[in-house]
């Protein structure tokens, strides 16, 4: 047994989560329901959050929209951002928070603005994803602006292997392609306008016209 | 909503025919053929159930897959079997599962030996593991709360602590993050679990990864014994166990009674045990030495000789006050001494609170009349009315929002603050502090379709659109209405109370009523035992009568009376008029008093202080709200040379003259319950753990006769108008005790005092949230930290009472106030930025 079974020095490997080795600060107060006196909330942020909330039968259903909306501002779901939504819609904090680290496309810390998500599934890992994703995150090396991660299917296999650049779907990408991508995003320009998936002849325009109302 | 009946099916479990009520679930219906199914995250008082673990699949004929019997109701006819080696399988599966990645640390886990985890796999488990990878370890144990301690790697992700923060307190603090083999228990960005009721979690926990912080490693469960008793702190009176470890307390555990708590507790009531043994208790009678001018430790008998002295010399110019811990056989023996040996007639129990006509109490004690507790949760309306139960009667609290959640109950809340109840009413409704009698007659009015509405919420500064639909609430959301009011509303509003309730028809109505949330723990039964100034044992009129709280300390500062006889009761720190009471006390010519704590008042003016028992120590009955007579058990020796209180005052009437025949508790009791004509024939032994409601008993026809008809209910005075002011109100919060302060547990929520302002006058004044001010009145000042909330109402100031300082008891006259608020200190005044304006944040900020 003991040879299948090294001795792992404790907390030895450590833990992959965040927060699983983490006490709470006892020097905080406790979070309920953000106080509108005292939570100053901006009101185009406030807007969005209500139209969310108007949609649905349960206000709670608003939680995933609201917090994109958050995150759009802020830039991440940093907890003045959690405590915005929250104080908007009623919730804890606490709530949100959970919601928020659930879900992958929501950030629970600070990123670069430009989002580039590289698939790394099954389609796209066969023509090149995982290395795809290294020439990327190579081109962008430690720029803070930059938040460059690997993704599951993200439905585009046709285009494989493809990143979402700012929400923007290109492919089929090369490794080339990686340093471009970067530059483009830097000086501000459209990237890989040829590769973008939204500019492709389409068998039926106007089922595209449809997805992109 | 009515309760739902009960029918029985039939059901074979495991080749045994049995019949259950139909619609519990497989778990719980087993129990009807003793079979026990293992479970861990079912637990019916969280809600419906989650089926998170697994533990409990058995197989059902029908169904080809195994079914989780937590989650799967009985049906007529349903053929189960838990022994077939699929569901053995099934059952060491899982418990191999659930062990793949738990640390195996019994032997230096908390919960070893009372740990279900444990019990389980011993009972259903394989009994051997086939992981043989290293396991996931963490830091441990981390904190989650100054109270409660969290072992992440032990967790086995049933849900219970959260869904109890989410769904019973509803305080939703408590979360699972991320998801997957990655979830984990914890808050939103490191904020500590602190909430009133958070210490449940504990004992919910299945597992050693929730443990309390004040009992960790002080014992393992076969060093203990539990003590079944009843917590005073509070006139909710839960029901606990305490854990004892040689004679002392280490730990408080609900002990659910369906009719008192429902099972759970607050945290005043699982951690304020460290007051028994604090450091600063009071073990030994103290008598002032004439020389030194200091309290000093003395003899049984000489403290007894001086104080028996000093009663006798203030003889009919004595006044007697009862506290809310005091029983009933003290607060019966105490008034027995006081009126039939000192001839005196000044006893009270109402916490300096008016004085409340006996035929009005009788009328609104009437057995008919009262609705018991768990009528709060199957109502069909729930009028809150003057209290914040959070404050006043904690575990309540819990059950009004059972009853919204689960059963769909109409709760309307009438407060003069904003309460924690108001995001789960249908309806809220605010008047202004001092317009209490206004807006109860202003209900009346509406209710009734008489009277003059629009002026009375003009008094009352009520809006009378909300009254008229507050009305047609009670008269057409259905015939069950609840109505659970304060004392504190004063006397003046009680008549059109009970106008309201007769035009509701709610009098002998099964699950409908009234209950009185009483100031002080047994403060009903303290009225039933004949402590207060116009009423006898069983609410009988007194041969005199006396003077109410109040009175007794204008007549002591004025030097009408002489001595001051405290059972339990602080007066300084608890009633209204602060400087009035610090006069009286320091004007007596004698203060003899019964405490566990000293307090400044006993340090500077008493002249005997007798050590008291705390309540873990206690025989004897209190009542709770709704009339159900408790009993305080013995669980503990009592410290030092306390000694039982009925003894104490039994030997003080001895030397007073007057033998009261008590030679032991019980025989107290016994006194007591040949006194009260509606308790006639109770016995300690017909009490039990579970306690009788006098209303169910025969003897309740004993019940003083109410007079019959409406009852004039008087011209309300207006609530004082602001102008330029603002009104003061007041509350009392849960944390706001001396018991609270000396536990080194719960210190840290001890009540600091706060000026709760509504956004418009912090801007108006020109302070800031946090900032210091100076709330005065006349010459009186209190110093507070502004606390800007959204939802109180312009125009009023809301302050706590009894904090250790600054209590805005010390602001609270006669007549309710007007007080004048203004920032202090050398700091000039800052706008507030921005906040309640909806200005937006610059990107800096926003960014930052
Ligand atoms: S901490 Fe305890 S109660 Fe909470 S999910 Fe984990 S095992 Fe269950
Ligand atoms: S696998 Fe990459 S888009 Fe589907
Ligand atoms: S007890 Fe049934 S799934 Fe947990």
Request: aromatic residues 6%; negative net charge.
């Amino acid at each position: 047994m003991s040879e299948q079974s090294p001795a792992v020095a404790r907390y030895g490997h450590g833990s992959r989560i965040p927060g699983w080795d983490d006490s709470v600060d006892l020097g905080k107060d406790p979070a309920p329901v953000p106080d509108p006196a005292t939570t100053p909330v901006p009101p185009q942020l406030r807007e969005q959050i209500e139209a969310a909330m108007a949609k649905y039968p349960n206000f709670r259903s608003a939680a995933i929209p609201a917090l994109h909306a958050a995150q759009d501002l802020h830039g991440w779901c940093s907890p003045e951002a959690i405590e915005q939504v929250a104080c908007v819609m009623r919730l804890t904090p606490g709530y949100l928070t959970a919601v928020a680290t659930f879900y992958d496309m929501f950030e629970t810390e600070p990123v670069g603005r430009h989002r580039v998500y590289v698939c790394t599934n099954i389609s796209c890992s066969l023509r090149g994803g995982p290395e795809l994703l290294a020439a990327v995150q190579q081109a962008a090396g430690e720029d803070p602006d930059f938040n460059v991660r690997g993704f599951e299917c993200l439905g585009a296999c046709d285009i494989a292997p493809m990143a979402s650049v700012n929400g923007e779907f290109v492919g089929p990408l090369e490794l080339a392609d990686a340093e471009q991508l970067v530059a483009d995003l830097r000086e501000g320009r459209e990237v890989l306008p040829e590769k973008q998936l939204s500019r492709r002849a389409c068998a039926d325009p106007g089922a595209k016209a449809q997805a992109h109302e | 909503m009515p309760r739902p009946e009960r029918r029985f099916v039939t059901f074979s479990i495991d080749g045994r025919e049995v019949s259950a009520p139909e619609g519990v679930m497989l778990v719980d219906g087993a129990k009807y053929g003793d079979v026990e199914i293992p479970v861990f995250c079912y637990e019916p008082k969280l809600g419906a159930p989650v089926g998170a673990c697994r533990m409990c699949l058995v197989e059902v004929e029908g169904i080809p897959k195994l079914q989780t019997a937590c989650s799967t109701p009985v049906k007529d006819g349903m053929v189960v079997h838990t022994q077939t080696d699929r569901v053995r399988e099934a059952q060491n599966s899982v418990i191999e599962f659930l062990l793949v990645n738990h640390p195996l640390d019994c032997p230096v886990c908390d919960k070893g030996g009372e740990c279900p985890l444990q019990d389980i796999t011993f009972g259903w488990g394989r009994g051997i593991s086939r992981m043989v990878e290293p396991k996931r370890h963490f830091k441990k144990p981390l904190e989650l709360s100054p109270l409660i301690a969290i072992d992440r790697e032990r967790c086995i992700l049933c849900y219970r602590c959260v869904r109890f923060s989410q769904e019973v307190s509803e305080d939703y603090q408590l979360v699972l993050n991320e998801r997957g083999a990655s979830t984990y228990v914890g808050t939103f960005d490191g904020h500590p679990y602190v909430a009133p009721f958070s210490g449940n979690i504990i004992e919910l926990c299945p597992v050693g990864a929730l443990t309390s912080r004040a009992y960790r490693f002080r014992a393992r469960p076969w060093d203990i014994e539990g003590a079944g008793s009843v917590c005073t702190h509070c006139p909710a009176q839960c029901n606990v166990e305490f854990t004892v470890r040689d004679e002392r307390v280490l730990r408080v555990l609900a002990r659910d009674n369906e009719g008192v708590d429902d099972g759970w507790l607050c945290d005043k009531g699982r951690f304020a045990y460290q007051a028994i043994h604090s450091e600063e208790r009071i073990t030994e009678p103290l008598v002032r030495d004439s020389e030194s001018g200091e309290l000093v430790p003395a003899t049984w008998e000489y403290a007894l000789d001086v104080a028996a002295a000093a009663l006798q010399a203030g003889g009919s110019k004595t006044a007697a006050l009862a506290g809310g811990t005091t029983t009933n056989e003290e607060g019966f023996l105490l008034q027995r001494v006081v009126r039939e040996a000192l001839k005196s007639p000044h006893v009270d129990s109402r916490a300096g609170l008016p004085q409340v006509d006996l035929g009005l109490q009788q009328a609104l004690a009437a057995p008919g009349l009262q609705a018991t507790i768990p009528d709060l949760e199957f109502a069909h309306t729930v009028l809150v009315l003057g209290t914040d139960p959070i404050d006043d009667v904690a575990s309540l609290d819990l059950r009004i929002r059972k009853g919204v959640r689960r059963n769909g109950v109409k709760l309307a809340v009438a407060t003069s603050r904003p309460s924690a109840l108001d995001p789960n009413a249908k309806l809220w409704l605010r008047y202004a502090p001092g317009g209490e009698h206004a807006f109860v007659a202003a209900l009346e009015a509406a209710v009734t379709g008489s009277g003059d509405l629009s002026a009375l919420c003009d008094a009352a500064d009520a809006d009378p659109k909300a009254l008229e639909a507050l009305a047609a609430l009670l008269k057409d959301g259905g015939e069950d209405v609840v109505i659970l009011w304060s004392q504190r509303l004063g006397a003046a509003p009680l008549p059109a109370l009970l106008n309201v309730a007769a035009a509701l028809r709610l009098e002998g109505r099964d699950g409908a009523g009234l209950i009185e949330v009483p100031v002080g723990g047994n403060g009903r039964g303290l009225r039933e035992a004949g402590v207060q100034s116009n009423g006898g044992p069983g609410l009988s009129a007194p041969k005199a009568p006396g003077k109410p709280a109040r009175e007794i300390a204008a007549a002591l500062a004025s030097g009408d009376l002489s001595t001051l006889w405290l059972l339990h009761a602080d007066p300084v720190r608890d009633y209204a008029d602060r400087r009035l009471w610090e006069r009286a006390a320091a004007n007596a010519d004698a203060l003899v008093a019964h405490a566990t704590l000293l307090n400044d008042t006993l340090r500077e003016h008493a002249t005997v202080v007798f050590p008291a028992e705390s309540y873990a120590e206690k025989e004897g009955t209190i009542v709770n709200l709704d009339g159900r007579v408790q009993r305080l058990r013995v669980a503990i020796g009592r410290p030092g040379a306390v000694r039982a209180e009925w003894q104490v005052i039994a030997d003080l009437s001895k030397r007073l003259g007057l033998d009261l025949g008590v030679l032991t508790g019980p025989m107290a009791t016994r006194q007591l319950v040949e006194a009260v004509p509606f308790y006639a024939g109770l016995t300690l032994k017909e009490i039990g753990g579970r306690g009788v409601r006098w209303q169910e008993r025969e003897a309740a026809s004993a019940a003083p006769a109410a007079p019959a008809g409406p009852v004039e209910s008087g011209e309300p005075l207006p609530a004082p108008r602001p102008n330029g002011a603002l009104r003061l109100g007041t509350y009392r919060p849960i944390w706001a005790a001396p018991e609270v302060e000396v536990s080194p547990a719960l210190k840290f929520l001890a009540a600091k005092q706060q000026a709760e302002l509504s956004p418009v006058d912090a801007e108006r004044l020109g302070v800031d949230n946090g900032a210091k001010v100076s709330v005065t009145a006349g010459d009186a000042t209190v110093l507070a930290k502004v606390f800007v909330r959204g939802n109180v109402p312009a125009g009023t100031v809301f302050l706590a009472e009894a904090t250790a300082e600054q209590s805005a008891t010390e602001l609270l006259g006669e007549a309710p106030q007007l007080v004048s608020v203004e920032p202090y200190g050398q700091r000039p005044p800052v706008p507030l930025e921005g906040l309640a304006r909806g200005a937006r944040p610059s990107d800096d900020e926003v960014n930052s």
